[in-house]
């Protein structure tokens, strides 16, 4: 069936290192990704997005890399800072007559000082 | 910075009883969700609405749910007859347009639910 998943659950970061979060999808039609952050005691938010026609998208600190081929991308954070702990979460937008998203199950960041 | 806010943080209430969920989604926002995250799993897709009609729902939404827009801000998630298993963080989002058309979600801190 159709899911999008996460390959590790929990990654532990020194602070200052860069972090790679992956995630997998499996639905070929699925053409918009966006990753979410979500702290402790908070609701998802936005960090960045990626259609499905381009490879790699930049934002202030971030990136994502999307592979069309093996249907996987990932999130970079460069220079990783506590602020950055947090549990972050790959959706999919799913065409199905209107759009919802579909939540990974998350991978939990954690910086270590 | 515009924000979706929802009332109350935290809800307790016994086992067969209702509870209303709030939410006031962002002010220019036209499309309303909610989402449910039952601890420490994946947020899942519960319903969506927009121009006062329901858009989209989950398997999860079945007739024990029901949403509304009862006026020009609220937007509100009524559980009638709560199990045990609704307990969870309900969280309401909105957004300006069509996911498609590139239009993020933005989540309130969600009410956490608590059926006793």
């Known amino acids: 069936g159709e899911s999008v998943g996460l390959h590790l659950p929990t990654l532990s970061v020194q602070e200052g290192d860069n972090s790679i979060i992956n995630c997998a999808y499996s639905?070929?039609?699925?053409?918009?990704f966006i990753w979410y952050k979500q702290e402790s005691g908070k609701g998802p938010q936005f960090i960045i997005d990626?259609?499905?026609?381009?490879d790699k998208r930049q934002g202030q600190r971030v990136t994502v890399l999307l592979n069309k081929t093996v249907k996987h991308l990932s999130l970079q954070i460069a220079a990783t800072q506590p602020g950055d702990s947090a549990v972050y979460f790959c959706?999919?937008?799913?065409?199905?007559?209107?759009?919802?998203?579909?939540f990974g199950t998350g991978t939990r960041l954690k910086v270590l000082a | 910075e515009p924000e979706v806010t929802q009332t109350p943080s935290h809800q307790v209430t016994q086992m067969g009883q209702e509870v209303i969920l709030r939410c006031v989604p962002i002010?220019?926002?036209?499309?309303f969700y909610w989402y449910r995250q039952i601890l420490g799993q994946k947020v899942e897709f519960l319903v969506s609405?927009?121009?006062?009609?329901?858009?989209?729902k989950s398997e999860i939404f079945d007739d024990q749910f029901s949403v509304e827009r009862p006026d020009g801000s609220n937007f509100t998630l009524k559980i009638r007859s709560t199990k045990l298993e609704d307990s969870a963080m309900y969280f309401c989002?909105?957004?300006?347009?069509?996911?498609?058309?590139?239009?993020?979600?933005?989540f309130g801190n969600g009410t956490r639910l608590t059926v006793t």
């Open positions: 989002a909105s957004s300006e347009g069509q996911i498609k058309y590139n239009s993020p979600l933005h």
């Open positions: 639905n070929s039609a699925s053409d918009y």
């Open positions: 990626i259609r499905s026609n381009m």
């Open positions: 959706a999919d937008l799913r065409a199905s007559g209107t759009y919802k998203y579909i």
């Open positions: 002010s220019n926002h036209l499309y």
């Open positions: 609405f927009y121009n006062n009609e329901i858009s989209e």
